[in-house]
């Protein structure tokens, strides 16, 4: 007689499940899925975008600004905004000019 239980007490260690369906009460929620990449969703994946985009130009114009006295940021950048260029032009007088 050959042995067709292997598993513990003589139980099948795998067996076919019913293909049987999950029941839902018809007075349940209704939850609706919406697509998302690891659980962010498009509407807060545009939410950190924004918020991400706004201190990335405040952290830029922070760069700008705190740079405008190194000379090659000074003439090739900040002189030729149009409302604050006359600001950034440093005049040596010739008094004070070594050569």
Do not use: C
């Amino acid at each position: 007689m050959s042995q067709q239980f292997t598993g513990h007490r003589g139980l099948q260690p795998w067996s076919v499940r019913s293909n049987y369906q999950t029941y839902r009460s018809p007075y349940g929620p209704n939850y609706k899925t919406s697509p998302h990449f690891h659980g962010i969703s498009i509407g807060q994946a545009m939410k950190f975008g924004t918020t991400a985009g706004a201190f990335a130009g405040v952290a830029g114009i922070f760069a700008l600004f705190f740079f405008a006295e190194v000379p090659r940021v000074r003439i090739d950048i900040m002189q030729k905004i149009p409302i604050l260029g006359n600001y950034f032009v440093k005049e040596i007088p010739p008094e004070d000019n070594p050569f």
